[in-house]
């Protein structure tokens, strides 16, 4: 294989890794969007919340698997206690009130965290070591690796969920029609309950991840603002956007690090992908996946 083939193959290969951690920490707004039409513009703060737990439980002398066992019962029941405290109460209002919403809860949260758990950034070390792992003529960083991994694991559970357990069912019910789903007997304010939690669940992987590979502080929660781009580009109310949007947004930003930067001394990856999704904005709103909304007036 030539050098220009071998660079390719490993943007390609670094791009698909990036981007599937991209798609596990979108699959927070797809699941929310789809159980209550609202857009959760705190699944960063989430993503943020969820590393910082993680670290202060390890700086405890707690082993990681009690860290990880610790956050994700703390996201899920943040999840729960959100949805009922703050937003259950905002059922029948506009939709841009549960939105205005989330963004508070976003303010708050990037305010209190570093206020309760420090504003330094803190490693989260994994027992994965730091030599590359060698994937034909390319090698990504361990954490990458595990990453892809978690994420393509968790898309398989969670198809898995949706399509064989009653609840996935019950939660496809109240995503494609709330009304008529209430009047089957769907209890929709637990589903929707539910959806939250299962956001706190992928947020608490995310913060793991995400955690290890940048590190954690505030900082962290900007990594919703960048897989706000991949929602978009395959669908709001798409799981199969999520993967696939996650995907394209990660190999276009290490195509533009790795052929644009050298020209212009850098930066193309961090617009390059909301550079694809006004374009896709311009000739697909849904997305690539997403369902089409037709009104009759």
């Known amino acids: 294989m ?7 193959f490993a943007l390609l290969l ?5 981007g599937l951690m991209y ?3 979108a699959l927070g707004f797809v699941l929310v ?41 703390v996201m899920i029941g943040f ?33 209190l965290s570093p206020l309760v758990l420090g504003i330094e950034t803190r490693a989260l070390p994994l027992p994965i070591g730091d030599e590359p ?10 954490i990458q690796v595990l990453g892809a991994v978690v994420a393509i694991l968790f898309f398989i559970v969670f198809s898995w969920f949706f399509k064989k357990s009653r609840m996935g069912i019950a939660m496809r019910a109240v995503a494609d029609n709330q009304q008529v789903a209430q009047a089957m007997g769907i209890n929709v304010e637990r589903y929707f309950a539910i959806a939250w939690a299962m956001a706190g669940i992928v947020s608490a992987l995310g913060g793991v991840v995400w955690g290890a590979m940048l590190g954690v502080d505030v900082q962290l929660a900007l990594v919703g603002l960048k897989v706000f781009p991949v929602v978009i580009l ?14 394209i ?4 930003e290490s195509l533009a690090a790795g052929y644009l930067d050298p020209y212009v001394g850098g930066g193309t990856k961090d617009f390059a992908p909301y550079v694809l999704m006004i374009l896709v904005l311009m000739i697909r709103p849904y997305g690539i996946f997403g369902r089409r909304q037709i009104e009759r007036v």
């Not at 030539?2 to 390719?8: G, P, T, W």
């Not at 999840?79 to 508070?104: C, W």
């Not at 994937?135 to 990504?140: D, R, V, W």
């Not at 947004?249 to 276009?252: A, P």
Request: aromatic share 4%; charged share 10%; no cysteine.
């Open 2 to 8: 030539s050098e220009d083939l071998e660079f390719a």
């Open 14 to 18: 670094s791009g698909a890794s990036i």
């Open 23 to 25: 798609s596990l920490i």
């Open 33 to 73: 969007y789809k159980a209550t039409d609202a857009i959760n513009f705190a699944q960063g703060e989430f993503v943020m919340l969820a590393g910082m737990i993680v670290v202060t439980v390890l700086g405890a002398e707690a082993p990681l698997i009690a860290a990880i066992v610790v956050v994700l019962l």
């Open 79 to 111: 999840g729960f206690g959100l949805e009922k405290v703050v937003l259950r109460p905002l059922l029948g209002r506009p939709v841009v009130a549960v939105i205005m919403a989330t963004i508070g809860v976003a303010a708050v949260l990037r305010g």
């Open 133 to 142: 792992i060698a994937i034909g003529p390319a090698s990504l960083p361990p």
């Open 234 to 247: 395959g669908g709001l109310d798409s799981i199969g956007g999520a993967l696939v949007g996650g995907l």
């Open 249 to 252: 947004i990660g190999i276009v």
